[in-house]
């Protein structure tokens, strides 16, 4: 039995986060409003979509290939009622048009801008960072331009420096991930490397529609090395930081991760989530939305001290 399949039945064991627990990996689905939008930015249109939670602002950025479906289960949620979560397609991905100018907008630096530009266009100032994959290094990039962000959470995210290659084990995806438009059997192929049993047609059209020279242009050697050196982003930053990965993450080097020099790292570790590989949101939400929950207490903790 695979470790996802494990985690379904595995519904009274303990996870390493200080705090309550919920007896079950997966969380619920609520019926939590959200507001659908199409903002324009010089990069391209990009569809958007929050909840009206009155709590903390918390941006989620999806991963290479994939959309803003994949967060889902924490919209739908406790902290979709508790806080306002705002989610978006990247460019080339999802329900957001095609890059008008591709190499200026699929590099790390493109993306960065195009998140800024939407977050300035909803009026969403000083949010939380939650990035995935991908969307973590969106995230981080996003770090390095703007010291103000209340606080920045990463999964499945290495912070890497000049070899990036030390990051991840092996290559990414087994070249899928750079790869130009996929095929059916190539999305579901994808889709089942990075979601694993979670995977879904939802999941697997994505990767589908997403653009092929959004992946060809992210990974090509003249664009990768526009990005900021993260390792040193995050081993500066003043901004509080929380690393939150799956124990059973085959994509990303989790040593590495967490050796990295983090300058504010959320409760001093790094945390493992049992049973869940590179998307523990999905995999095992219910406690991976503990997980968050914990972080923006202590966000909104440490502002009234």
Request: charged share 20%; aromatic share 8%.
């Amino acid at each position: 039995m695979t470790p996802f399949a494990l985690a379904k039945r595995a519904n009274s064991r303990k996870q390493p986060i200080p705090g309550r627990f919920s007896n079950t990996t997966e969380s619920v689905i609520l019926m939590v409003e959200t507001i659908n939008r199409k903002v324009e930015t010089s990069h391209c249109a990009i569809a958007t979509e929050m909840t009206t939670g009155k709590g903390l602002d918390v941006v989620l950025i999806h991963g290479n290939s994939s959309c803003r479906a994949v967060f889902e289960r924490q919209l739908h949620s406790g902290l979709g009622e508790a806080h306002r979560l705002i989610c978006f397609d990247l460019p080339g991905h999802g329900q957001s048009e095609d890059a008008r100018e591709k190499e200026r907008t699929y590099p790390l630096p493109g993306l960065a801008d195009t998140a800024l530009e939407v977050l300035e266009a909803l009026d969403v100032r000083n949010p939380v960072l939650l990035g995935w994959s991908l969307g973590g290094h969106v995230a981080i990039e996003m770090a390095s331009r703007q010291p103000n962000f209340r606080g920045l959470f990463i999964t499945g995210t290495p912070p890497v420096g000049k070899d990036i290659s030390e990051g991840f084990r092996g290559s990414l995806l087994k070249g899928l991930a750079a790869s130009s438009s996929f095929s059916l059997d190539q999305a579901v192929q994808f889709a089942d490397r990075v979601f694993g049993s979670s995977a879904t047609p939802e999941l697997v059209q994505a990767a589908a529609r997403t653009d092929g020279d959004f992946r060809t242009t992210l990974f090509s050697q003249a664009r990768v090395a526009e990005k900021s050196n993260q390792r040193e982003v995050v081993g500066s930053t003043k901004t509080l930081t929380a690393v939150v990965n799956g124990a059973a993450d085959q994509i990303v080097n989790l040593d590495y991760i967490d050796r990295v020099p983090y300058a504010n790292l959320w409760r001093d570790r790094c945390f493992r989530i049992d049973f869940a590989g590179h998307a523990p949101f999905l995999q095992v939400s219910a406690v991976f939305n503990q997980y968050v929950a914990e972080f923006l207490r202590d966000v909104e903790r440490a502002e009234h001290n």
